[in-house]
């Protein structure tokens, strides 16, 4: 049975950094393409960063320079690096996994794509 656990996910001011967790059983985190997407409220899911089988990465034009998806294979573990934050960030983050390649274009407008395998979220909260 794959499960992804996110945490990380606190309150901070803006400018503030966060480091979100995914923990993996169940499924090899270089298997298949791994994601970050996010869900504010009143809005669809989006896709912020993905991860490929030979650690290739592709952020979002709104996170690009800010967050690094990036990781562990030893430990199982997939992270999301988040610097400079801004209110705009808020959102619940959830970690994805797939058996398949990346797609070509990160996905938005609640898509899923090849994703099958979710965590449950962590919520970010950014104040000004």
């Known amino acids: 049975q794959v499960q992804l656990v996110e945490s990380g996910g606190d309150s901070v001011q803006s400018g503030g950094s966060l480091r979100l967790s995914c923990a993996v059983s169940?499924?090899?985190?270089?298997?298949?393409?791994m994601a970050w997407f996010r869900q504010a409220p009143g809005k669809e899911r989006e896709e912020v960063a993905q991860?490929?089988?030979?650690?290739?990465?592709t952020h979002a034009a709104s996170v690009r320079g800010r967050f690094a998806i990036s990781r562990a294979p030893a430990k199982n573990m997939l992270y999301l690096q988040m610097n400079s934050l801004e209110p705009g960030d808020t959102a619940m983050y959830y970690c994805?996994?797939?058996?398949?390649?990346?797609?070509?274009?990160?996905?938005?407008?609640?898509?899923?794509?090849?994703?099958?395998?979710w965590g449950q979220g962590t919520q970010v909260t950014v104040s000004l």
């Open positions: 991860i490929d089988m030979i650690g290739t990465t």
């Open positions: 169940g499924y090899t985190v270089s298997s298949g393409c």
């Open positions: 994805a996994a797939s058996h398949y390649t990346c797609p070509a274009s990160l996905l938005n407008g609640g898509q899923h794509g090849p994703f099958v395998y």
